[in-house]
């Protein structure tokens, strides 16, 4: 499927292929949440990198997250978090550690998508009280990340890949 995307100014658009555009993870991690807004939700769709094509770039920002764990010194995520400068919107996650992916944010992409069959609810364990998180049939709860991977998601619902 294309995916077609912008910011919320129009300053950016960009366009990618995607064999895994269910929107099939709400990430509740305080990266996401600061970085993209409430319940993040960035890392929940998958994209053909070389097939990435955007206008605009001359208003891109780009953010290396601090890595804040428990009993560990902070660190820089080598991930790439890519926004529009002029209006802040979150656009897409790209990692050097897998290349041929872009991950980008559900709530950038202009194209209809289809509901998800089933949502998995991540990173629990940093949910603010303030949140409500879904439950009940169609709602998988994981303290952390789910095991299963962005396609092994899709490929278990039937979905998207090819």
């Known amino acids: 499927m294309k995916l077609e995307g912008s910011c919320h100014c129009g300053a950016i658009t960009f366009n990618l292929d995607s064999k895994t555009f269910y929107p099939f993870m709400h990430c509740h991690c305080s990266i996401c949440r600061k970085?993209?807004?409430s319940g993040g939700y960035g890392i929940n769709l998958g994209g053909d990198a070389a097939s990435m094509k955007v206008k605009g770039k001359q208003h891109l920002g780009l953010y290396h997250a601090l890595m804040r764990e428990p009993g560990?010194?902070?660190?820089?995520s080598p991930a790439e978090r890519r926004f529009c400068l002029k209006c802040g919107s979150a656009l897409w996650l790209w990692d050097p550690r897998w290349p041929a992916l872009i991950h980008?944010?559900?709530s950038a992409i202009d194209t209809p998508l289809p509901k998800p069959p089933e949502v998995v609810e991540a990173a629990l364990d940093f949910v603010p009280a303030w949140v409500?998180?879904?439950?009940?049939?169609?709602?998988?709860?994981k303290a952390l990340w789910p095991s299963e991977s962005l396609a092994e998601w899709h490929e278990r619902h039937g979905l998207g890949v090819d």
């Open 104 to 106: 980008p944010h559900a």
């Open 72 to 76: 560990k010194r902070a660190t820089r």
């Open 35 to 37: 970085t993209a807004g």
């Open 132 to 141: 409500d998180v879904p439950k009940g049939k169609g709602h998988r709860h």
